[in-house]
């Protein structure tokens, strides 16, 4: 055992004495030391139920004969990081919740590790960190927030997060009062759990069951329902058995399970976010995966559900129409179903049993909602690396768009246009210095992609960033231009006025300039170095681009 090194031999009775300190017993010593990696934070709604979570899986370790060590990651709430200068934290936790856990496993010479994660940055730290290590392990998250209820005379409506930063916006513009926000406010998010629609914590915790670390039930049990306790139980359990099979990481993440994760990402209609998280868990398990890839996967996958933000439907409806497993069943021809999972069975062996319970919240391939995935990877002059929209929350009219550029150099000043209404129909806005170094921290906004949903502007006016967005966004928002202006890529070279043109179907996203015209505009420009300090300003130097996962340099 990996934990032979802190417990056996003569050598080792400082060891032992440390860990009798912590009521270790001789015949403890004999069994394997398993990790239990929780992100509980009492600021963060998604998380604050994670320390009962984190019990049952304890018990379930103990119970299979193990022996359980509860360490704790950091966390960030997006949502209330959102707006203010802690949105610039987000992405980078991503790093370090990755290097604490590598150095707390590796400290400590843990023989299997259970992940309690829940939220945007926390599972893709962790699940980089699994595979980083190569540690026999487990995921269980602490499942989806149900959607909050508001009553509309006799009716009562489903609503969760993303309606309130909408709402915001028809406050803004009239056409809706103050009283009504402050109503729906109280009752969109009722209680702890991830977000409720397929935002990026609920996407990566679906697609952690299609990669194979997670067992089924683990994106869609709603956090507060007694299954999901009962799935922690079963996750310490199984551990054991991971870690006696020795079924490692690296042995389950490769280029087809990155394939599978992305074909189910497509066919939810996921967040944008999956694009850089998949790519760095590529990269750390050593998998080549260009960008190209995502293309060829969407042209083949298609979109089967229709959840918030993009429909009406929210991830407790998807639990109850049969998971994901409901959803691989129905992509089955497309899967790569010899995959292993933690959970002792192939991908093909646990499809095989799943049913789909409702066929409007998971459709069928020849019923489907677009024959192509929900995700793009859009390419051109300004994004010669890349750019990525979610397709399948754009209006049908803004599929391919052509208007003059609105340049703003940062999301505050694009925000403060569409506030003041001075923004004008067919418009292209582009906001940049927001990418991974430029940010620093390539913030979400969904700030101002809510204010133009929330009073229909998202129908009539694009968005085009380095930085990224939430999975709470709808409309012809595109993400992730890479390179970045702050590495004087082509969208540093853009004014007001360029036509801008974009056709999601094609794949492609262009500025009406010659490529001499770009490198003139380039030329001469200074290094952008952003204003900060500290970690941010770590951060910074030794930040990658969004076209490579936005990772660490090596």
Do not use: W
Not at 209 to 215: C, F, I, N, R, W
Not at 455 to 481: C, M, N, Q
């Amino acid at each position: 055992m990996l934990s032979d090194v802190i417990k056996k031999g003569v050598g080792r009775a400082p060891h032992r004495s440390l860990l009798h300190a912590l009521g270790v017993s001789n015949g403890d010593m004999e069994k394997p030391f398993i990790g239990i990696v929780n992100s509980f934070a009492e600021i963060v709604p998604g998380h604050k139920h994670l320390n009962r979570l984190a019990a049952s899986v304890k018990d379930g370790v103990k119970k299979a004969g193990g022996v359980p060590f509860e360490f704790n990651t950091i966390a960030v709430c997006d949502g209330i990081a959102m707006n203010h200068p802690g949105m610039k934290y987000s992405l980078p936790s991503r790093e370090l919740i990755c290097d604490s856990v590598e150095i707390m496993a590796r400290a400590h010479a843990f023989d299997g590790l259970v992940f309690i994660p829940n939220c945007d940055k926390v599972i893709p730290g962790m699940l980089m960190a699994a595979v980083r290590l190569d540690i026999p392990c487990i995921f269980i998250s602490g499942g989806p927030m149900l959607a909050g209820k508001l009553n509309r005379g006799k009716e009562k409506i489903s609503v969760d997060l993303s309606n309130v930063f909408e709402a915001v916006g028809k406050v803004n513009r009239g056409e809706m009062s103050a009283e009504d926000l402050a109503l729906l406010e109280k009752e969109a998010c009722p209680g702890c759990g991830s977000c409720a629609g397929m935002f990026t914590a609920n996407t990566m915790n679906c697609i952690t069951e299609a990669l194979g670390l997670a067992m089924p039930g683990n994106g869609t049990i709603p956090a507060v329902d007694a299954r999901r306790g009962e799935l922690g139980l079963q996750a310490g359990r199984r551990v054991m058995s991971v870690v006696k099979e020795d079924l490692r990481p690296r042995s389950i993440i490769n280029k087809q399970a990155i394939n599978n994760a992305f074909m189910v990402d497509m066919a939810l209609g996921g967040s944008t976010n999956s694009v850089l998280h998949l790519l760095a868990l590529a990269r750390e398990a050593g998998v080549d995966y260009p960008l190209e890839n995502i293309n060829e996967i969407s042209e083949v996958t298609p979109c089967l559900c229709k959840l918030r933000p993009a429909g009406d439907y929210h991830i407790e409806d998807l639990d109850r129409a049969g998971g994901i497993p409901a959803v691989m069943k129905n992509l089955k021809d497309l899967l790569f179903t010899d995959q292993l999972s933690v959970n002792g069975q192939n991908i093909g062996e646990i499809i095989q049993h799943a049913e789909v319970l409702d066929s409007e919240v998971i459709r069928t391939p020849e019923n489907a909602h677009a024959s192509k995935g929900g995700l793009a990877i859009l390419f051109g002059n300004i994004a010669p690396e890349g750019a990525v929209v979610k397709r399948s929350a754009v209006a049908p009219e803004m599929m391919r768009h052509r208007g003059p550029a609105r340049v703003f150099d940062s999301e505050e000043q694009a925000t403060q246009a569409i506030i003041d209404d001075n923004i004008k129909s067919g418009e292209v806005l582009i906001i940049r210095f927001e990418g991974p170094k430029g940010g620093p921290g390539m913030r979400e906004m969904l700030t101002p992609t809510s204010l133009l949903s929330g009073t229909g502007r998202d129908k009539d006016v694009a968005l085009i960033t380095d930085g990224r967005f939430s999975g709470a966004t709808r409309g012809a928002a595109i993400g992730h231009v890479s390179p970045e202006a702050a590495g004087n890529g082509p969208i540093r070279a853009v004014r007001d006025g360029d036509f801008i043109t974009i056709d999601i179907s094609r794949y492609s996203i262009n500025a009406e300039l010659e490529d001499e015209e770009i490198q003139n505009r380039l030329k001469g420009l200074a290094e952008y170095i952003p204003d900060t300090s500290g970690f941010l300003r770590r951060y910074a130097r030794n930040v990658t681009s969004a076209s490579t996962g936005a990772v660490y340099k090596e």
